[in-house]
């Protein structure tokens, strides 16, 4: 069984920054074979993606919004992606969620379409205070 598990949202003000974790795990589950993203879902509106990174770790990718203010990164070794996200706005309040996209045999595919992630996390809640 696969688990994504989400962790470091919080409540900030605006211009804080967070970093969220997400810890992979399962009997069969290659992380470094899996294209990661984030994604976040406010109150009435649909599931969006904010950030995503290719197996390999080579390749990015950012929703406009959140250009410049947030990093997603990943640990192939500790199997684990993390969202930096800096000057944070009330605009970035959401549920946050990782993704899992694959397995892949190349290193280079991120995935932006919500429907090619396999496994999802329970999500992280982000408020930010203006």
């Known amino acids: 069984q696969v688990q994504l598990v989400e962790s470091g949202g919080g409540l900030v003000q605006a211009g804080d920054s967070l970093r969220l974790s997400c810890a992979t795990s399962g009997r069969t589950f290659r992380f470094m074979t899996y294209a990661m993203g984030w994604f976040r879902q406010a109150p009435g509106k649909e599931r969006d993606i904010v950030a995503a990174i290719s197996a390999g770790g080579s390749r990015t990718y950012y929703r406009d919004s959140v250009k410049g203010r947030f990093t997603i990164s990943r640990d192939n070794a500790k199997n684990t992606v993390f969202l930096q996200m800096n000057s944070l706005k009330p605009e970035d309040t959401a549920v946050y969620y990782c993704?899992?996209?694959?397995?892949?045999?190349?290193?280079?595919?991120?995935?932006?379409?919500?429907?090619?992630?396999?496994?999802w996390g329970q999500g992280t809640q982000v408020t930010v205070s203006s």
């Open positions: 993704a899992a996209a694959g397995p892949y045999t190349s290193s280079l595919i991120y995935q932006t379409d919500g429907r090619a992630y396999n496994y």
